[in-house]
Structure formats: C-alpha cells, structure tokens
C-alpha cells in the first residue's frame, strides 16, 4: 500500500543526499608543467589541442605549457625539478647519460627531425647528394658539429669548406644562388618563398638517412620510478592531442598558440600542419602500426650509432640509459585518425 509520508521522506532524504554530494569538490586534478624547446608553434600543436580540447582534464591532469625562446631554459628546469617533462631531443638525453644527469625520453612525438637544407631552385640541386657541389652551406655551430659530419661520413664530397656560419636569417642564403642553408620543414621554406616569391628546393634530412626522433616527452628518471601513472597519463593525453590535432578541429589549440606567441599567424599555422602531414612527420615509421609517440629500441641504437660513427658520443655510452619504452607503442589514440 502506497505511504506518501514515507514517500515524501524518502524524497527529502535522497535531495539531502543529492545536495550533499553536489558539494564536495571534485576529484582534483594532478598538476603537470610541460616545458617546450622554442615559442609557442604548430610544432608544438598536440600539447596545446589536449590543453584546449580538454584531453588532459580527462586524464586527470591540470597542464601547464611553459614556453622555450630564446632566453629560456627549459631543460636545466627539468633537472632542477621545476617543470615536471621537456621537449628534450635523443642528442640531449644521450649527453645527459654521459655526464651522469637523470632524465629520460619517455615518448618521441615526431619520428622524424624536421631538419632540412634549403637550396636555390634553379641552382641544379635536384636530390640530396646534390648539396655536396654548394660551394657554401649556412650552418650553425649545432649543424655544424652534428648533421654536417653525418653528412660528410655517410655521403661523398661535402667538406668543411663549404661551412659558413648561420645566424639564424635567411638573406645570405636568398642572396647567393651558390649557397644552401639549414632550416626546419616547417618554418623556414616558408618564410623564404613568402619573401622572394619562389619556392625553395627542400631535402629533409630524416628522408635521407638522419634518424634522430624530435620533440620528445623527457622526464627525471625519479618522476618514471616515483609516478609512472601520472607519466603514462601524460603521455596518453599527449598522443591523443596531436592525433586531433593533425586530422581534427585544432581551431582553438591555434587560438592558445597565437595567445602565446602573438607573432604567429594563421599562414604559418597552416604551412607548419600541412608539412608534418605531408612528410610524415608524427605518424611514419613505428607510429604508423603503434601510435604516435613510439620509442623503439632499434631506431634509438641506429640513431646512437650514426652519433658514435662521427665522435659526439663515446662508443661505451649506455645508450639504453636515455629512453623508456614502456609507456608508447600501445596504439593509444590512433582511432582518432580519420
């Protein structure tokens, strides 16, 4: 038989129970500091869409994105211990082995370094081993000392002769027909074609041989020991943002780019997305059949290998010290695909 006062008590006990709970705080949310290597870009587009989207929210995590530039210093953060990941690079992680520094890559967000050389169009460089009849290339002391000697030891003819100091401007290089310069895919050819209105003959380095991964996710390796939950979280929210990114809406991952980084536009945004879709260069290789974010052992001890063939790193190196695989290669977020 139907009571109404019991009925009505019931009711005014469960509103209680419904307010009570509506008032307790919500779970919080772990806070997490990525620090990046330059200013905000696409580049950098992944971390900003699991920012903006809410990915990392999703993950239980409260990310902060800490810009590089010019007088940051970003890396000596993550020793210190005052942003909790970096955009580190496998020659950084690889030194820091050597010199006896604890930090780790845990995810290799590009499987391939967006290095490039940058030629004349009608200077009859039409492939690769082309470069090596420049009379100047434009390097800078890091080029110099790193792709430049894995270029002379892997392909005949290039010479220190041809090195001319690069200061990070382009009119040398736009000045002299005779000349090639470095640069990244996705910044630099741009720039070039939107001064001189041609368009510069480009030669990735990573499609040539070069097989440094970049923009790394690098952690202390007391953060992997302490809390590889929250570093897994990271890592999986990551690779779900540069999924959307690349192949979804990324308007507003854009927007908190040229928020950070007012000097961005709209043009580069597009050329910089369009180059790391077009030449692969989140989603080739390993990340094709794994995800985005794979770290396999094989191409870091290739990688090692071509550093130790020209002497930046001793040959004894535990090279296995500079990376963890354990939190990539899982296929995380590669249904996001289309």
Known sequence: MFDALKFKAFLAAAGMIAATAAAQPAAALDKVTYGTNWLA??????????????????????????QGGPNAANSALLVSGKIDFYMGGPQEELAAVEQGIPVVDVAAIFQKNPQVLIAHPDAGVDKFEDLAKVPTIFLSKDGYVDFFQWMKANYSGFKDEQYKPYNFSSAPFIADKNSAQQGYLTSEPYEIQKQTGWEPKVFLLADNGYLAYSTMITAQVSTVANKPDLVQRFVNASIEGWYNYLYGD??????????????????QIAYSIAKMKEYGIADSGDALSKGIGCITDDHYKKFFEQMVQIKVFQPDTDYKKAFDTQFVCKGVGMTLKK
């Open 41 to 66: 870009e696409a580049e950098h587009g992944g971390f900003y869409q699991a920012v903006a989207d809410g990915t990392y929210k999703k993950y239980g995590l409260d990310v902060t994105i800490v």
């Open 250 to 267: 990324n308007k507003a991952a854009n927007d908190l780019i040229k928020k950070d980084n007012p000097d961005m536009t709209d043009g």
